[in-house]
Each structure stands twice: as structure tokens, then as C-alpha cells.
């Protein structure tokens, strides 16, 4: 059995930086895509970062590129999200997902992947 999970969410100024971190176990295998997701109230799940190191891929949108980080330790399972210039639109729950359905190429994309964490939030406020 998969599971995920997301911690090291807060609430921070803007300006400022912030870790997040997703654990996971189970049979995650190193050829596995994963991919950080954010949702805020009212608004669709959108991919902010996804990953997969045995084929170098690393994919953000132009809404957080340059400013957040994507990286995965392998001996510690962990997946994390360097978040840095934090904006108030950034707030948001955010998510760790992993391994895309059969088929699925958009790696951005909350609809291709199969296992989900329970999300940590991200609250950007002075």
C-alpha cells in the first residue's frame, strides 16, 4: 500500500521561504513521477511541480518558476518543495501525489496520477 504524507506547512509573510516535505512508503519505485499539487478554496487543483530523476524530468509552471524548488531524497523516502518570494496567490493546501496512470503525459496534471497525500496548508499573509 502507497501512502503519502505532507507536512511542514504554515503560515508565513510574504517575501519569505518555506520546506515542504512529503514521507512517503510502500511500492514507490525510483522510476515513479511525483509531483507537488495546490488547491485553494473555491479554485481547480493545479500541478506546481513535478519529477522524475531516472529520466531528468522536472516540469514547473510559469507561476512558480524560479521561485520553487522540487527534489526528492531517496534514502530518507521523501519528497520535497522549496517554496521561496512567497506571494499572498500562493497560499493554498498542497498536496504530494505519485505514479501516473497508464498513458498519462501531462505530468502537471492532477488528473494523471494515482496516489494522493492529505495535504499540508500554505497560508501567505502580512
Known amino acids: 500500500m502507497v501512502r503519502l504524507v505532507e507536512s511542514g506547512g504554515g503560515s508565513v509573510q510574504p517575501g519569505t521561504s518555506l520546506r515542504l516535505s512529503c514521507t512517503y512508503s510502500?511500492?514507490?519505485?525510483?522510476?515513479?513521477?511525483m509531483a507537488w499539487f495546490r488547491q485553494a478554496p473555491g479554485k481547480e487543483r493545479e500541478g506546481v511541480a513535478a519529477i522524475n530523476t531516472d529520466d531528468d524530468h522536472i516540469a514547473y509552471p510559469d507561476s512558480v518558476k524560479g521561485r520553487f524548488t522540487i527534489s526528492r531524497d531517496y534514502p530518507k523516502n521523501t519528497l520535497y518543495l522549496e517554496m521561496n518570494s512567497l506571494k499572498p496567490e500562493d497560499t493554498a493546501m498542497y498536496y504530494c501525489a505519485t505514479r501516473l496512470y497508464l498513458g498519462a503525459r501531462d505530468t502537471l496534471s492532477p488528473r494523471a496520477y494515482v496516489y494522493w497525500g492529505q495535504g499540508t496548508q500554505v497560508t501567505v499573509s502580512s
Open positions: 510502500g511500492y514507490i519505485y525510483s522510476s515513479d513521477h
